[in-house]
């Protein structure tokens, strides 16, 4: 697989998957034009993507996702309950045109594009919200993004992943010492909030498999979080691990508001 962030955070989330010559879109957060520029930039050819898939219905990673789907007539897949967000949410101008709607269960795989993709329930306070295991072949790639709490089913994606992109927005020191309101705060820390930096390595640590051989940081806070502070407490706890493998893992963040690398996805 190949794997590109269009952008991670709460200015707009996008990720681009592609395997054998065909692509998915993984949210739809920016703005339609600058996907367009990325895809020149990235010799991303539009027709060969098939599909886009919806994590949940917030706005960073929805409001282009009418526009992504009309532009090149791609099917959208979400839950039935982010489907009726997306609808529901004055942020997305123009909606999925329903011959465009597919709707998918927690726990129920499909294949796409070549992929076998199987959703899971992430607790957050959207309508409703999954992440995603991605399989192409015997490589299996797990998405978590904007999640109050790890939850046995999530643990279980983080044991299954070969590859890992898993939400890391705060650092709990910044957050309460900072600018939000105590209630956003609370919202923010909350069981269907974000993942801490702690709870974010926690889980790597705890439920990684041996196999696990990228590990990237996504949806870090502007306000609550930097990228070092946020590599810094998952290096450590993987170092702290016990398990010479994971120690040595390669983490990455995905930056805000920019395009990041290509990264080729082995087997």
């Avoid at 050819?45 to 526009?67: R, Y």
């Avoid at 329930?121 to 991605?134: E, M, Q, T």
Wanted: aromatic residues 8%.
């Amino acid at each position: 697989m190949k794997l590109i962030s269009f952008g991670s955070g709460s200015c707009g989330n996008c990720y681009y998957i592609e395997s054998d010559g065909r692509g998915i879109i993984i949210d739809a957060g920016i703005g339609i034009r600058k996907l367009k520029k990325y895809f020149g930039d990235y010799g991303v050819n539009p027709g060969a993507i098939e599909a886009v898939l919806v994590t949940h219905d917030h706005a960073d990673h929805v409001k282009s996702v009418g526009m992504l789907s009309a532009a090149y007539g791609l099917p959208v897949y979400a839950t039935a309950r982010v489907h009726e967000g997306i609808r529901r949410n004055y942020c997305v101008r123009r909606k999925v045109d329903p011959a465009c709607v597919r709707t998918v269960e927690p726990g129920a795989p499909f294949a796409v594009a070549g992929l076998t993709v199987e959703p899971f329930a992430v607790p957050h306070d959207s309508l409703d919200n999954v992440g995603y295991k991605i399989t192409a072949g015997t490589v299996t790639l797990s998405l978590i993004t904007d999640a109050g709490c790890v939850t046995p089913v999530m643990a279980e994606a983080v044991a299954a992943a070969d590859y890992l992109i898993i939400e890391s927005n705060y650092d709990e020191a910044m957050l309460w010492a900072g600018r939000y309101p105590v209630s956003l705060k609370r919202r923010v820390a909350g069981g269907d909030g974000h993942l801490s930096n702690g709870q974010c390595a926690a889980a790597v640590a705890a439920y990684a498999s041996d196999r696990l051989r990228h590990v990237w940081l996504c949806h870090l806070s502007a306000d609550n979080n930097r990228p070092d502070v946020a590599l810094a407490a998952v290096r450590a706890a993987l170092a702290a691990s016990g398990r010479p493998g994971l120690a040595s893992l390669p983490v990455d963040v995905m930056r805000r508001g920019v395009a990041g690398p290509v990264y080729e996805l082995g087997a």
